[in-house]
């Protein structure tokens, strides 16, 4: 038996239990930088192993070959009986299921049986953020819970996969006006997704915005602006990691709305450097926080949201909060 988690911190929990297997890290963060469709395995590797390298200052022959140590592990599925797949619901996670199911999709499953762990809480957390919060005898309790991944699941899993690393963000639209019921919190993640992108009336997607916000109301010593974030946007899941890489993009800029001190000039990204670290916002931030001022005509875009990348002096497309969908930027 197999059993895939997201991240490390459940993965080491579980493997204290007596559940049954062989237990995976699946070690990305495929909802921050470039996941673009139409690439070959090998490709798409590389792309993501690129970035993950520069984002988090690691070697990228070291990732290349983590990334692909563990989808060979992924590919031995036929060796087991049965493969049970640990996910939440928040963004984080859904971009990591579906591209897990679209890649099984592919595969002529066998004898081998595919099962799915998937919760947006749990009794007794009234404030549940993931599968990591959870001891030992309480992930255990999960596993007979398992449900037998259908048909609908991994065709779902598919076009949902399809939609996000497409350069057309408008497929994601389509795709929720479908029926999502198989995966009942895709939904909502891929709402939180778009919501990312610019938005018209700054040119800042929902995550600055809401930085912006806390960094104002004094949360600006990252160790602080971190749980008040995830406090204020739990659906995304967000790591301490993808949020940093957000406000340096933001205080990088060439007309900046933060202010970066109390980190190592030299470039070094361990974590201990990333929580010494403080934000303070600009007057040009403020000026963008109510409005007045737009980030993008400032300082031009180069981001990639799943498989749409957004670059030169214009984004191509923005968020409109009040209609509640992408707009294409003339």
Known sequence: ??????????????????????????????????????????????VRARHLADAYGVDFEKCEHELQAQEETLARFSDHEEVVLWFEHDLFCQVQLIFLLNWLAQRDLGRTRLSLIFIGEFPGIADFRGLGQL??????????????????????????????SSSNPKEIESLLESDLSPLPFLKTALVKHLRRFPSTDNGLGRIGNVSLELIAKGFGNFKSLFPAFIKREPEYGFGDAQ????????????????????????????????????????????????????????????????GVHLEGKEAAWRWEEQAQELLVSL
Request: net charge neutral.
């Open 243 to 306: 949020l940093y890489l957000e406000m340096k993009r933001l205080a990088g800029a060439s007309t900046p709305l933060l202010k970066l001190s109390g980190v190592d000039r030299r470039g070094h990204k361990d974590a201990a450097q990333m929580l010494l670290s403080s934000f303070e916002i600009t007057e040009y931030g403020k000026a963008v926080l109510a409005g007045e001022a737009d980030f993008i005509r400032s300082n031009g875009i180069d981001q990639w949201l799943g």
């Open 1 to 46: 038996m197999l059993h895939i988690h997201n991240g490390d911190s459940a993965t080491g929990t579980a493997k204290k239990t007596d559940i049954p297997g062989e237990h995976l890290a699946w070690r990305e963060a495929l909802v921050c930088g470039p996941a673009p469709g139409g690439l070959s395995e090998e490709e798409f590797r590389r």
């Open 135 to 164: 001891n030992e005898e309480q992930l255990s309790s999960l596993y007979p819970q398992r449900q037998r991944v259908t048909a609908a699941q991994l065709q779902l899993g598919s076009k949902a996969w399809a939609a996000y």
